[in-house]
């Protein structure tokens, strides 16, 4: 069932990157909600992205997240009266253009020469939860007749005019050990006129079962320890806004007791990651996820051999690339 939001954050500008300081010339790894989030669902995936660095062809899910996000994120750009559901629509198109340009791959997912004149079809910045398997093949035109679908839902759970975000992609870093900085993108953080904080992240597939919810709480917990370590303040609730299938708010409210301890188990992740680049332990852990992998050829749960290990995995771990690839946290 719907929900909606209704609560009016106080007008504040938007702040800029927070970064706690730290050499770039110290030898420290880093970790975002996605990479992390890849270390708990599969630690061979987790290696194929950060040591091995594969390649993985953007899915039409991830780039319809991506254009999606875009736009909600620039419908703010104007005084509220003028935030409408059409002219949130008008954002679209710009920006698969500006997509399109960045990584011409894109293109490749729509029918017709370069991408297809007349119509078009991130996990995270689309959806590993998306109904879109990333198989490419519609028209540019009803591609993006399916992401205006999406925004039209995001204006039946929340109402832009009454919102003033007190920051939207909010790149924030934090180091909470020697070798570790954790960082992240925030969709959008609102600030009550008490000071209260809220973080808010949009996702375009369905909201998940039970099952799956915890991966999704996981990434916005995450975020909370990150604007509390930054901030000094404690943000009170997390809410994904998912506006695929019938649309649907999802809230969690945090205390400094929780992400305390979450800070503790990003910790232990952390030292499980480092042991694993030392050892070369990098089992698969075999899941109903393993349909969205582009891997699954050089998988032994499939079958598969993974490349050789490169001889300096633990300086990879230690000095990630960020990944190039529509749709990620990475930035």
Known sequence: MSSRTVDTPAVSPVVPTTVTGFSSDERSGSLSPSRAGDFKQCPLLFRFRVIDRLAERPSSAAVRGTVVHRALEQ???VPAPRRTVEHARSLLAPALAELVEQWPEVSDLFDGPQGGEDGEDGREGGDADSSDDGAGGQSRQAW????????GRWFELEDPTRLEPDGREVRVEHRVADDLVLRGIVDRVDVAPDGRIRIVDYKTGRAPSEAFEARALFQMKFYALLLWRTRGRVPTRVQLVYVGG?????????DETQLAAFERTVLQLWQAIREAAITGDWRPSPSRMCGWCDHQALCPAKGGTPPPLPPDALDRVLRPVPVEVPGTDEG
């Open 75 to 77: 419908v703010f750009d």
């Open 144 to 151: 993006l007749a399916e992401a205006e679908r999406l925004v």
């Open 246 to 254: 019938r649309g649907q708010t999802l809230p969690l409210d945090v």
